[in-house]
């Protein structure tokens, strides 16, 4: 299963209704389901976090940055390296309505031939490609 930054800042960072359903995402997959990442998950996971830290409405706090990275790193995710196939589907995939960073984690779910499991309002997936997508929608605006 590929999982994206969106949906993994939910699970380890919001106490609310949006990161009890990520949690709850996450926990109704199989025990030996592996979790992965592209590359550039690491760097969202970083940037996300701190926005929603500086925040002021987020109950997240700069000083639980370290703690909830160890969170993010318990969930055992692989980050792996993004191939040349992945940057150039994603490419093709970004030519619509996609975002270039949303378009890497279809690309790796298609050559993974596996589900992308996003909090992103629009699963990528399920409106380019023939990826399963496993997501929920999110407000406008969100």
Do not use: C, K, Y
């Given at each position: ?19 009890v359903r990520a949690r709850g995402a996450l926990a109704a997959l199989p025990p030996a ?67 270039y960073p949303d378009a890497i984690y279809v690309a790796a779910a298609e050559r993974h ?30």
């Open positions: 299963m590929i999982v994206d930054a969106s949906l993994v800042i939910d699970a380890v960072a919001d106490p609310g209704p949006r990161g389901e592996p979790l992965a990442a592209p590359g550039h998950f690491a760097i969202e996971m970083m940037s996300g976090l701190n926005a929603a830290a500086h925040r002021l409405q987020h109950p997240l706090h700069p000083a639980e940055l370290a703690h909830t990275l160890a969170s993010a790193e318990a969930l055992g995710i692989t980050i792996e390296a993004t191939p040349w196939a992945d940057v150039q589907r994603a490419w093709t995939l970004a030519q619509g309505l996609l975002r031939e596996t589900a992308l499991l996003t909090s992103d309002s629009q699963p990528p997936a399920a409106r380019v490609s023939g990826v399963r997508a496993r997501g929920r929608r999110r407000p406008s605006g969100g």
